[in-house]
């Protein structure tokens, strides 16, 4: 019975919608059964050493179970000594990643920043994704701003033509035809 235990503690894993108080909880549930468990087959010069194994191993069982990788990372390098302190910093990080992501979808932060690079809104050019593509640069303005033209390097150089002045090698997005 106590393989059937410890096999369960170390496939547990953090569900996909499952919180990080959650998973805490999944954790202590385990290692309650599994103590129990260790308690009654045990002697009684042995109990000390099931009690401090316990603890130990839900220390150990805990952060491989962290479903969000970006939480995982950050509790493996806090070295936290204690169950309670890599649990405190499991809930810690999954709040700041919550509130970041409010602050994202309430569009405060991001939705009022626009790229230079590609004119979208909530990102800036560092960050862009079209940042790296030799294919497509774009004038000082950006690409959706008005007025403004985009150049094409390489080899669909050729293959564009502006339909307002009629040169190749860039298109007209909103551009007037100066007479």
């Known amino acids: 019975m106590l393989d ?37 087959d045990c002697e009684d010069d042995e109990r000390v050493g099931i009690v401090a194994l316990a603890d130990k191993l839900r220390t150990i069982c805990f952060v491989p179970g962290i479903s969000p990788d970006k939480i995982k990372t950050i509790v ?29 979808r309430q569009g405060t932060a991001f939705g009022k920043l626009v790229c230079s690079n590609c004119g ?6 560092a960050k862009c994704y079209l940042k790296d593509r030799k294919d497509v640069r774009v004038n000082e303005l950006g690409a959706g701003a008005r007025g403004s033209s985009t150049k094409i390097q390489g080899s669909r150089k050729s293959d564009i033509r502006c339909y307002n002045c009629g040169e190749v090698g860039h298109m007209a997005t909103g551009k007037k035809k100066k007479s």
């Open 76 to 104: 493996h390098s806090r070295n936290g000594n204690t169950f309670d302190e890599i649990a405190e910093t499991a809930l810690e990080e999954e709040s700041a990643i919550f509130s970041k992501n409010e602050r994202y």
């Open 120 to 125: 979208k809104r909530g990102h800036i050019a």
């Open 4 to 40: 059937f235990h410890s096999m369960q503690l170390f496939g547990a894993r953090q569900g996909k919608n499952e919180s990080v108080a959650e998973w805490i909880q999944q954790i202590q549930r385990l290692i309650s059964k599994f103590r129990e468990t260790a308690l009654h």
